[in-house]
């Protein structure tokens, strides 16, 4: 078996004759936080796009799990194990917390989001719902609206939905945007805590946050791989400080 559970193959992408991603090849390793950065319109989230198949790719090759998914569809890509966050935390605002894990839990258990089933059918998905929220900090909010969260726990919550699918692969794309400083360590904590069985990759502009939860960092400029390696490396590379903050010296 590869040591890889995702790569990319000179991936790209056009946008009516803008490259916004050029000619990536991307190696994620199993079992492992590989975050991906770079100054704003790097083509980060593109990226991610084209990895869950919101995009096609203009060129290049997705190989997840050593099979080529290029042309899969976005539902077969979730199937396979390949499960994203987006940036605006994504929850249904006015259900339960509860309910939200379980309806993440009625498509990995091949109930497929039937609301119409019985409440005795849907009890039985509580005691994983609870499992699962009490992993991330939120079994105390079982029954409160999401809606009526602080951002933080919305955010908590989402990861708790994600997990739900049972992703071999989870893509985070900036999981602690807008957070107070708080809000960010205890997220941090949740993700290292998530990783302990799974491979992560995640787009995240907070630097500190990079450095404390990476083993792998890939930086992204003008849609092509600037630099890749661990953050004492990647941080004093010089092409990578001018990306950031135009100079070499900063």
């Known amino acids: 078996m590869s040591t890889h559970i995702l790569e990319t193959q000179g ?20 079992g492992t936080i590989h975050a991906l950065i770079g100054p704003n319109g790097a083509g980060k989230t593109t990226v991610f796009n084209l990895l869950t198949k919101f995009l096609s790719p203009s060129a290049g090759n997705i190989i997840y799990d050593g099979k080529d998914i290029t042309h899969r569809k976005a539902a077969d890509i979730a199937d396979h194990g390949i499960v994203r966050s987006f940036q605006i935390s994504a929850v249904f605002p006015h259900l339960s ?3 939200n894990v379980r309806v993440a839990l009625q498509r990995r258990l091949g109930y497929s989001y039937h609301f119409w089933r019985s409440d005795k059918v849907l009890d039985s998905l509580d005691e994983r719902a609870m499992e699962l929220l009490d992993a991330v900090g939120l079994a105390d909010f079982a029954d409160d609206i999401s809606v009526e969260l602080a951002y933080g726990r919305k955010r908590a919550l989402e990861i708790a939905t994600t997990l739900a699918l049972d992703p071999a692969l989870m893509l985070l794309d900036e999981p602690t945007q807008g957070m107070s400083v708080e809000d ?4 941090t ?3 290292k805590q998530v990783a302990a069985d799974r491979t992560i990759l995640m787009v995240e502009h907070n630097l500190g946050v990079v450095a404390s939860l990476a083993d792998t960092i890939s930086v992204l400029n003008q849609g092509e791989i600037l630099a890749e390696g661990p953050y004492e490396e990647v941080s004093r590379n010089k092409a990578v400080r001018e990306a950031y903050m135009g100079t070499a010296d900063a």
């Open 11 to 30: 991936l790209t992408k056009v946008f009516k004759g803008f490259t916004a991603v050029k000619d990536v090849n991307l190696r994620v390793k199993h």
């Open 189 to 191: 904590a949740l993700i």
């Open 97 to 99: 917390v509860r309910d």
């Open 184 to 187: 960010v360590g205890k997220i």
